[in-house]
């Protein structure tokens, strides 16, 4: 029989990372690792609003049983986002209003839950961090197997444990451990590009000549144009 792995994650990215971190969209964070990951289309946001960002802890389950999100929750530490892998299957909740208010009091950062949720209406209205692929009155099993604290794979996107996850209205992004320092200089950058060019377009100066310029590697000619 294969042995229940249930880990003691060894890293995790640093509290001034992550702080750093959440001040920039995800979009912008995207680009920067050349627009190749994501969490998927179907991964989106179940709470109010808000920004989620914080160390992966990440769960690898059975579909429709919650087992060892139960542990995660008591093994997370403040400010962890437990992310679950239950294979996409959205049959069966794997989490709810009661274990979403128990991460909350505990100082969770947010749930990923690559499956279903339920009590949604709750959810909807509060500020925790919940990313789901879909809603289900169905409730869970509790009887395993699964891991924690392992390497998971969401639509591509390859999460090891202490890696970052961010998220916003727009999706999720996983941040490699090792690529974060730079990674981070790269959005910052980014952003303070973006924020440049709001402010070109806000005062009508946007330098747009880059159109017709790559328009041209295509062999558009404007004074041909009809």
């Known amino acids: 029989m294969v042995e229940i792995k249930i880990r003691t994650r ?7 990372l992550v702080k750093s971190f959440a001040d920039i969209p995800v979009a912008n964070i995207s680009d920067v690792m050349l627009r190749l990951t994501a969490g998927g289309p179907s991964l989106r946001p179940m709470h109010a ?8 802890l990440t769960v690898k389950s059975r579909p429709g049983d919650n087992l060892f999100v139960h542990k995660a929750i008591e093994m997370a530490a403040p400010g962890d986002v437990i992310v679950v892998d239950t294979g996409g299957d959205t049959t069966n909740a794997i989490i709810g209003e009661l274990m979403v208010r128990t ?15 339920r009590d949604i209406d ?12 879909g809603v289900t009155h169905r409730g869970p099993y509790k009887n395993g ?7 998971i794979s969401l639509d591509g996107m390859v999460i090891e444990p202490g890696d970052l996850i961010i998220g916003d209205a727009d999706g999720l992004l996983c941040v490699p451990f090792d690529e974060a320092g730079d990674i981070l200089k790269w959005a910052s950058e980014k ?14 100066r946007l330098d747009v000549s880059w159109i017709d310029i790559e328009l041209a590697k295509l062999g558009y000619d404007p004074k041909k144009a009809d």
């Open 103 to 117: 991460a909350s009091r505990k100082g969770i950062a947010g749930f990923v839950i690559n499956g279903a949720i």
């Open 122 to 133: 709750t959810i909807s209205q509060g500020n925790f961090p919940v990313y789901a692929a």
């Open 191 to 204: 952003n303070a590009l973006e924020a440049s060019i709001i402010r070109d377009i806000d005062s009508d």
């Open 10 to 16: 060894r890293r995790a990215v640093e509290a001034a």
């Open 49 to 56: 609003g808000g920004v989620m960002a914080g160390p992966a």
């Open 145 to 151: 197997p699964g891991e924690i604290n392992t390497t």
